[in-house]
């Protein structure tokens, strides 16, 4: 973020502990319980989710040529690679010739291709099918150039990599233009923070029992920090005075810390927004970045099913603190702690939210950014409709 921005937004914090405001919207809004459960509205936002761009990996995970992950997103298995040129391509994980696993590692290097474990197909770092054993004898009429590797539009940007899941449209499109996707403003806020510069630090992931939009929505409100973290963070936090701005599809959210108020008894141009409040950004739809003075960890939701997520959080710290790893430890050890807190709390919700007993959920003024979110998705969904054929 830009020294400028910060200082916006510190003053305008300063003007909100005066005034005791917080960010509000115009009313309170009414939302559907029957949408963290319904399997119609699931399938319809699982394939809206299909066609954004998904961060699946930061580029310090595969710095160096040949050097590839392989997860399963969404459903997807796929691998990610680091080519000769330094740019990343992503495939299915999927073998040609009967669509075995073409990798089983979840990470590791190639010198220069991949080496199906089944018959021993071989692909090069661009996907193309360079070597199928007995070919002459076995296989006289397969044309090599025509069974590459399905590879997924990927792009490298602010040091994430960018994936595009939906295969169906057959398009021709090789890149993800995440610059459009984030838009001009945020594109710029997110270069200043240089997360190309950072390194991955660890990655964990597990299931839980909720609707996926449940779990994103758990950190687009503070309303909520003086009584669930109670004993863990709020101690750190200002009470319900939060800053939300939209960018597109994405939500910048500020928590403010207590220590912020030392600041105005400083100089502006020493002014330094990120020791003293938590920077929270939703990147749509299912990702929310938590920056700290010098790390931020991304924590990702994925729908499983109408009732059931994965869930999944890596951790990127600035490259010279690296070796601090004590810190770090007792750094995600508290992360963890509170985050899962709020995701507990999402498995209560989902067992009330099975019962029926609620029909509509109600956000105040004070969780504006929770009603921009699902009009976001709404929004995204109906842009859907509209392409199918
Ligand atoms: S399935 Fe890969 S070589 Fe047969
Ligand atoms: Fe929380």
Known sequence: MEQRTQIQLIEEIRKRITNKETELGEKETHWLVSDYYDSEQYTKEFSMIMNQPLIVAHGSEIPKVGDYISKTVMGVPIIIIRTPNKSVNAFVNACKHRGASLV??????IRKNFICPYHGWAYDM?????????????????????????????????????????????????????????????????????FDQYTFYRKESWRMKFNWKCGVEQFLENYHFAFLHKDSTNWLFLHNLAICDQFQNHIRGIAPKRSVKDLF???????????????????FPLSTFFIEKSHLSLLQIFPESPETSLIEVTHIVQEDCLSKRSFWEENIRLFKAAIMEDLETCETMQVGFRTKANKHLIFGRNEVALAQYRECINKSLEEDKVKLP
């Not at 002459?136 to 025509?146: A, D, K, Q, T």
């Open 104 to 109: 089983l590692k979840d990470h590791g290097r």
């Open 265 to 283: 008894q400083q100089p502006v141009e020493e002014w330094d927004l990120r020791p003293n409040a938590t920077i929270l950004y939703t990147i």
């Open 126 to 194: 661009e996907g193309n099918l360079c070597n199928v054993p007995d070919k002459e004898r076995s296989f006289p009429n397969l044309e090599m150039n025509c069974y590459p590797l399905s590879s997924l539009p990927v792009s490298e940007r602010h040091g994430f990599i960018w994936v595009r899941l939906n295969q169906e449209k057959k398009s021709e499109e090789r890149t993800v233009n995440v610059e459009s996707f984030l838009g001009l403003q945020l594109d710029q806020e997110f270069k200043a923070y240089q």
